[in-house]
């Protein structure tokens, strides 16, 4: 009989392009991919990959071994997703998918609620620029930003939120020293990866061309409130913060929507449904935060009775 793990391994493998890039998907030793592959290999009767320079080829066997596989990956979700939507208690482990920012200046305290509310669900957040996938059940619920909506997979479960803005902001000494003639320079203060979006303009501020560069948005927030220049950030962060304030002059650019999405069967559950009805009521009540209409976080909250 075929083991499903090695199955997976191989999966990964193919899908990777090399057992290194599978090492790191599944979190194990590059030999532990190697020994899994053998196994099936040897099972099978037939060789799976060819090693080249630039990684590994599936041969013909493989090619028709990973058609079935994603075949049995496909019923495996299915089965697994029809089970756990027949499950309606309050209890058990609910995976929770969305950006760092996202998390950390906005919904946390929201989930932290819920938590108390239902004690006996075990909340994982998954915050990460990299979001988990709602198909191969790596989350249950995934809060994410799309600009077109279009680009939603179509097995994926959809409940629309606001619109959210971002805008130009620097810091309120930084802005007051600027106006008073203060000679020290005004940077962009960017996130490496994604540079200067195109939308954002200095506004009355003028800056030099040298930028600041961050990996990552703690990193930029907390350089724009020590007076180091500008930066683009979501109107919920920007206009919560009291010693920021936006850029004179300059436009407020929509980033996109804000939806709750989930899965198959798994949306069914009462743990999910439960969570998703909380935040989208939460969501609602932050729509003018997130346009930028500078409502502050406190004014917005009303507690949600539990049920």
């Known amino acids: 009989m075929i083991d499903w793990d090695d199955v997976r391994y191989f999966l990964a493998a193919a899908r990777g392009g090399s057992v290194r890039a599978a090492a790191g998907r599944l979190g194990v030793n590059h030999s532990t991919v ?67 920012i996202l998390a950390t200046h906005l919904l946390i305290p929201d989930f932290a609620e819920f938590a108390r509310l239902y004690p006996e669900i075990e909340m994982e957040i998954l915050s990460s620029g990299e979001l988990a996938n709602l198909t191969n059940r790596e989350a249950d619920v995934a809060i994410r930003v799309v600009y077109d909506r279009k680009t939603l997979p179509l097995n994926l479960h959809g409940l629309k939120g ?104 798994t949306r069914k559950t009462k743990r999910v449904r439960l969570f998703t009805e909380f935040v989208s009521r939460r969501l609602v009540a932050y729509a003018p935060l997130l346009a930028g209409l500078s409502v502050s976080r406190e004014a917005t909250v009303q507690p949600s009775p539990a049920r």
């Open 162 to 265: 606001p619109e959210l803005f971002g805008g130009v902001y620097i810091s309120r000494d930084r802005l007051a020293g600027w106006r008073a003639g203060a000679p020290d320079p005004i940077r962009w203060i960017i996130i490496s990866m994604h540079g200067i979006p195109e939308w954002a303009s200095e506004g009355e501020v003028r800056t030099t061309g040298v930028p600041f560069r961050t990996t990552d948005a703690a990193a930029e927030i907390v350089a724009v409130r020590q007076g180091l220049g500008i930066t683009t950030l979501p109107c919920f962060v920007g206009d919560a913060d009291p010693l920021l304030v936006r850029v004179p002059g300059a436009d407020l650019h929509m980033y996109g929507t804000l939806w709750l999405l989930t899965q198959g069967e």
């Open 34 to 100: 190697l020994r899994r592959i053998a196994q099936l290999e040897e099972r099978l009767g037939a060789q799976m990959f060819e090693k080249l320079p630039s990684g590994y080829r599936l041969t013909a066997a493989g090619e028709e071994v990973l058609e079935l596989a994603t075949q049995m990956e496909t019923s495996s979700h299915q089965l697994e997703t029809r089970v756990f939507g027949r499950d309606q208690s309050v209890r058990g482990l609910l995976r929770v998918t969305l950006t760092p």
